[in-house]
């Protein structure tokens, strides 16, 4: 079975490494992938006839951009047996033609590029990447603008324990594709009185999921840190992890991120791909 991934672009610089990196992702995992663009105007549109023409002006553009990145991807893998094709539809807001277009097909993953910090305060003022997290119901992967796909042996899993079994059991048949570690790190404030606790409750659901699935490849960690999102990418960066993975409360996620949760930090923070799946 083919995972089924949707990659918006809007061509810039960063949604394009993001599209290399799905590339080179997809020759590790079998994919299909749908590049999506889509077409907005910025402010009221102009006259009728007039904005017709723009459109296909703009459709016309999207188009070549579209056939010169099949034309790049082909030359960089002339072996490829992925199927990459695109879209071009008419939006707006953006994030609306995105969520309609997951609505009408069976996507399993949306991946995006993202500037980091930078360009994190641009995506708050209504950039893409996040405007997707406020409501999208499938796990999104935010590609750094300068991450490359070197495969996928660790995978720091961030978690608040609360739902370790079903997120963990959630989380094993993407790991189990390249048999990676799954590290799960909890973090708890400095000098806690409950880490020893925290920690053997932890590893008593972990021994429960190798024992049900035969996966050994897991195990836990209880990091002390009162910046809990700079923690995180500390360990992961201490450890060379591929990729962290992290669960979010779908209803509250807008909420979350515009008032400065860890989920929004880790994305300015992180210079890993960072998956996001719903809760």
């Not at 053997?200 to 002390?224: F, P, R, W």
Request: net charge negative.
């Amino acid at each position: 079975m083919k995972l089924q991934v949707l990659l918006p672009t809007d061509f810039s610089a960063v949604s394009l490494n993001a599209i290399f990196y799905a590339a080179d992702f997809a020759q590790h995992i079998p994919c299909d992938i749908t590049l999506l663009h889509v077409l907005y105007f910025d402010g009221p549109p102009p006259a009728t006839g007039n904005a017709q023409e723009l459109e296909a002006e703009l459709q016309e553009h999207a188009k070549r951009e579209m056939v010169h990145i099949l034309e790049d991807i082909q030359q960089k893998y002339p072996d490829n047996t992925t199927s990459v094709n695109y879209k071009i539809i008419s939006s707006y807001p953006v994030e609306e033609g995105i969520e309609e277009e997951t609505r009408q097909q069976p996507y399993d993953l949306i991946m995006m590029g993202s500037k980091g910090s930078t360009g994190l305060k641009k995506i708050i003022l209504g950039s893409n990447a996040i405007a997707v997290l406020r409501n999208c119901s499938l796990p999104v992967c935010i590609i750094p603008e300068y991450a490359r796909f070197q495969g996928l042996e660790k995978l720091v899993y961030a978690s608040d324990i609360t739902n370790l079994h079903s997120e963990l059991s959630g989380l094993l048949p993407f790991a189990q594709y390249w048999n990676a570690e799954i590290k799960v790190l909890h973090v708890i404030p400095d000098n806690s009185t409950y880490k020893g606790s925290t920690q053997a409750a932890a590893d008593h659901v972990v021994d429960e999921i190798i024992a049900q699935s035969g996966y050994k490849n897991i195990d836990v960690h209880i990091l002390e840190s009162d910046a809990i999102a700079h923690g995180i990418v500390t360990y992961a960066a201490n450890i060379k992890a591929d990729m962290v993975a992290l669960y979010v409360p779908k209803k509250s996620r807008w909420k979350q991120f515009i008032s400065g949760d860890i989920t929004r930090d880790l994305a300015a923070e992180c210079m890993l791909p960072l998956i996001i799946f719903p809760k």
